[in-house]
């Protein structure tokens, strides 16, 4: 990529092969800090539990699932989670510019976007509206959110077959709209995060109110989830109500979202520092063969996660979810080896899919 002034610069180039310096490519200021203009972590009151499970997603770049009842701050959660990401580098600015650019959606006389896209399309936008698609083909919601945030409100109001087609977008990490003509790429390299009520009526976790559901009722409400979708998101909390006395406490308020941030930086440096040979960047990515080589997990902690495997009859897949968490958990702690604490910790995510 080259820098050039004006247009004529760019015409120069291309006559004479000169007069363009790779060398003039503006830094930007927002490559090492943040603009921390959006919501900040230090207005949730308590949900320390959640609070520490978002910071964890961050720093892995895992999928989070809530699950808790209406007013428990699912959503306020969710807006949390772009100021807890590391600032966009300048090639990611890029990509997430050019996306918007291509779905006419860059603001008035703003050249480049700086900030993590955070989307969240209702659960009635349509499929073209969420994968991408239409005449022109233009980006959906999942490449809107490409180097951000997608969170899908209510997952279980979402179509079947959009959800279906959304995992293979995780997997893809891209969106191909096949055309008569030829297809069109679209990247789709986001963070997902869902919430959902734990039952149709909402409150089977509350203790403010009593849930009217029958067993069966809140089975289909399950059962609209797809087990592949869900087996894809790696972390899964119940997120219960905060009381009423805990919200009006005048503690102190909590940790900013800078101060969790510059874990979440230092956490995926450690990271990228390892994924580097296989070009991977956050331990989410990592691949199904180089576990093992990757998350050193001492001989206790397998143990652990074996017995959790039996006990909770986890599938293979959500085995190697846990292995991939806990590596995160270590790297926030900065620890080399994946110890039982550490592993014990990343077997709390896993257990609220069982129980919420
Ligand atoms: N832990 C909390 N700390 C501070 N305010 C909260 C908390 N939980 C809920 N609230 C308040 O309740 C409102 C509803 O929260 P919301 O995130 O929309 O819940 P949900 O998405 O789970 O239905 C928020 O706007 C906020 O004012
Ligand atoms: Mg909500």
Request: aromatic content about 4%.
């Amino acid at each position: 990529m080259l820098p050039a002034d004006d247009l004529p610069a760019v015409l120069r180039y291309l006559a004479t092969g000169a007069g363009l310096d790779p060398a003039a490519l503006p830094d930007l200021p927002e490559d090492a800090e943040h603009a921390d203009t959006g919501p900040d972590l230090a207005e949730i009151r308590g949900q320390e539990r959640a609070k520490r499970a978002l910071e964890v997603a961050a720093a892995g770049g895992h999928g989070i699932f809530f699950r808790g009842p209406p007013g428990s701050g699912k959503t306020m959660l969710a807006r949390r989670l772009p100021g807890l990401l590391p600032a966009l580098d300048f090639p990611e600015a890029l990509e997430v510019t050019r996306v918007h650019g291509a779905a006419g959606r860059l603001p008035a006389g703003q050249a480049m976007l700086r900030d993590r896209p955070f989307r969240a399309p209702h659960h009635a936008a349509s499929r073209a509206g969420l994968l991408g698609g239409g005449a022109p083909p233009r980006p959906g919601e999942v490449s809107l959110a490409h180097r951000g945030v997608l969170f899908l409100d209510e997952l279980p109001e979402f179509d079947r077959g959009t959800l279906e087609s959304l995992r293979q977008v995780l997997e893809e990490r891209r969106v191909v709209v096949a055309r008569a003509g030829g297809s069109f790429v679209f990247p789709a390299d986001f963070q997902l995060i869902a919430a959902a009520n734990p039952c149709p009526c909402g409150y089977r976790l509350s203790q403010q109110r009593d849930c009217r559901c029958t067993d069966a009722a809140v089975a289909r409400y399950r059962q609209r989830l797809s087990g592949p979708l869900l087996d894809r998101i790696d972390l899964h909390l119940g997120v219960p109500a905060v009381a009423w006395r805990e919200l009006l406490d005048v503690r102190p308020p909590g940790e900013p979202s800078g101060a969790v941030r510059a874990r979440v930086v230092a956490a995926r440096e450690r990271q990228q520092a390892r994924g580097a040979p296989l070009g991977v960047r956050t331990n989410a990515e990592l691949p199904d063969a180089a576990l093992d080589a990757m998350v050193d997990a001492s001989a206790e902690s397998r143990a652990l996660l074996g017995r959790a495997v039996e006990k909770l009859r986890l599938s293979a897949r959500g085995a190697r979810r846990l292995l991939r968490v806990a590596r995160t958990i270590a790297d926030l702690e900065g620890e080399a080896r994946v110890e039982a604490p550490i592993m014990a910790e990343a077997l709390g995510y896993r257990r609220d899919e069982v129980d919420a």
